[in-house]
């Protein structure tokens, strides 16, 4: 979990910052008026995360294996849904009787 300091802290608090980072794995989240603005971490969770942000440009274009085995070799507990993808000219449409739900919902706000 990653401890919130205020960026006026974080500046005159570098270097302890940063060593605490480096050496203990800590995270801190830096805010601005006590909005997050940035997050200080580790190079290996920089690192991590930009792997995960590659996975996911590659997952559209793969199919997602890669991905998934990706995140499951870095530790992350992953659940999918079973069974094999579906496309949309292959799933059946659900009948409901009635107006549409869009209506339904309109009406509701009415």
Do not use: C, Y
């Not at 990653?2 to 480096?22: G, N, P, V």
């Not at 805010?31 to 200080?40: F, I, S, T, Y």
């Not at 499951?72 to 507990?77: H, K, N, P, S, W």
């Not at 079973?82 to 919902?105: D, F, H, W």
């Amino acid at each position: 979990m990653a401890t919130h300091i205020e960026a006026d802290e974080a500046q005159s608090h570098l270097a302890e910052f940063l060593k605490r980072t480096t050496s203990q794995g800590e995270r801190f989240v830096v805010e601005l008026r006590g909005h997050p603005a940035a997050a200080l971490v580790s190079l290996e969770d920089l690192q991590r995360l930009e792997g995960w942000d590659a996975g996911a440009q590659h997952n559209v274009a793969a199919g997602g294996a890669d991905f998934r085995r990706t995140l499951q070799e870095t530790g992350v507990t992953v659940q999918w849904p079973s069974g094999r993808p579906v496309a949309p000219a292959e799933r059946n449409p659900i009948e409901i009787a009635g107006p549409p739900l869009s209506e339904q919902i309109i009406a509701d706000r009415h």
